[in-house]
């Protein structure tokens, strides 16, 4: 971010928290502070996510307070094994695709959840040992990666594979008992069948500095120099009245090692619960690779910890002093880009990233297309760079490659599926600071091939 707009983005920034609801408003529409969540986050470069129950999107307080306030859904239950593969080799995607497809029509994106788990496998693979149950693994993890290929942000590749209590060591399992290299099969399968989402390890008590965390660090070191796919870890952060005081500085250990992190399942039980909601926002903005937060349910009644009102609602649907804090706490942070896009770090098969070098004109805009390609498909990312002035909308428009169809589309809205095609921004990426950029894409049946994108936006 070029000096002036780092004061500016300062100067409001501090303008705001001295100013009355109403003079924020007036603000807003200049780009500063955010009125939801979201909103918020996203000006901040991150998401603010929720777990989602398939079966709630019917309950209208529910999904009215989802779509207003959040940008990123994780399916609490519905695409673990026992939801997605109750029988082997038959598989369900009833409940994930209800809740893909309600986060596509919102502009939200998903974290899937999750891949490999010791826990809340279907029966049949609990019976199952050595290498029958690798073999199972790695089909489940290919199919439903595959089924939802394109479609997801960041995998939950393996969930709590460390032991609790002091070893640093793995969790017995039956998984971790066909080999201990079943972790790095199951991000190498995943990385397969899905190039484009970011792959993530994901676990609970390893919110400071601690042995169980220094054991996953250790293992992302190891991974990460030895060529094993992984992009992020994720912090579940299911905590109660305090973050540990060195919460910060592990996420920043691990963003060290060159993954992104992400608070993945967060809820605060305790009396002190906005405070410490406060700290882990702010945590999670001063670490620029933590790129997003997810709230483990939406209201204090739909939270798995009963009766201990972790959430940022309560029962009702009102807004909490918690979520207050974690508002004002988002809109404290500096605006840094626009909702950044699908995966910052490209897969290591992934072209480089297009030139930065384009200089659009002031109010204008440019945008790049990147490929990746296989046998009858592939994936075009296209970057969107705003001019010397900031931009409030976008479209691009471009002629698809002859015989191409596009299957998925991700942060824009498409207006046909082949031949000439426009993409407008959808509602958290229309805004892109001056210099900076915002990425979509969509994935496509038929050949790559090069594309000539035009842009035009509003200012
Ligand atoms: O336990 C809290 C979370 C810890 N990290 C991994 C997450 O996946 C986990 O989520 C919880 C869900 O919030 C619960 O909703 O995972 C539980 C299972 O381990 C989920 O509970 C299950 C119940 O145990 C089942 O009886 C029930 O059928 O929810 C299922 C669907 O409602």
Known sequence: ????????????????????????????????????????????????????????????????????????????NEMKWDATEPSQG???????????NHAQANGMRVRGHTLAWHSQQPGWAQNLSGSALRSAMVNHITQVATHYRGKIYAWDVVNEAFADGGGGG?????????????????????????????????????DGINSKSTGIYNMVQDFKARGVPIDCVGFQSHLTNSA????????????????????????IAGSTQAGAYDAVTRACLAVSRCTGITVWGIRDSDSWRTGQ???LFDSSG??????????????????ISPSPS??????????????????????????????????GGFNATVRVTAGSTAIRSWSVRLTLPSGAVIVNTWNAAPSGTS?????????????????QYTEFGFQADGNGAAMSPTCTATS
């Open 1 to 76: 971010m070029p000096p002036a707009r780092v004061l500016r983005a300062t100067a409001t920034a501090a303008l705001l928290m001295a100013v009355t609801t109403a003079a924020a408003t007036v603000l807003a529409t200049s780009a500063s502070a955010g009125t939801t969540l979201g909103a918020s986050a996203a000006e901040r470069g991150r998401y603010y996510g929720a777990a989602v129950a398939a079966g709630k999107l019917g309950d209208s307080t529910y999904v009215s307070i989802l779509n207003r306030e959040f940008n990123a859904i994780t399916p609490e």
């Open 90 to 100: 038959s598989f369900n995607w009833s409940g994930g695709d209800r809740i893909v």
């Open 170 to 206: 793995r969790r017995d399992s039956n998984l971790q008992r066909t080999g201990n290299d079943w972790i790095e099969v199951a991000f190498r399968t995943a990385r397969a069948a899905d190039p484009n989402a970011k792959l993530c390890y994901n676990d609970y008590n390893t």
């Open 244 to 267: 540990p005081s060195d919460y910060q500085a592990n996420l920043q250990r691990f963003a060290n090692l060159g993954v992104d992190v992400q608070i993945t399942e967060l809820d």
């Open 309 to 311: 009102n972790p959430l």
């Open 318 to 335: 009102n807004k909490k002093a918690a979520y207050t804090s974690v508002l004002n706490a988002l809109n404290s942070g500096p605006i």
């Open 342 to 375: 699908r995966p910052a770090s490209p897969s290591p098969s992934s072209p480089a990233s297009p030139s930065p070098s384009v200089s659009p004109a002031p109010g204008g805009c440019t945008a790049t297309v990147s490929l990746q390609t296989w046998t």
């Open 419 to 435: 031949g000439t095609v426009s993409f407008s921004n959808v509602s958290y990426n229309g805004q892109v600071s001056a210099g």
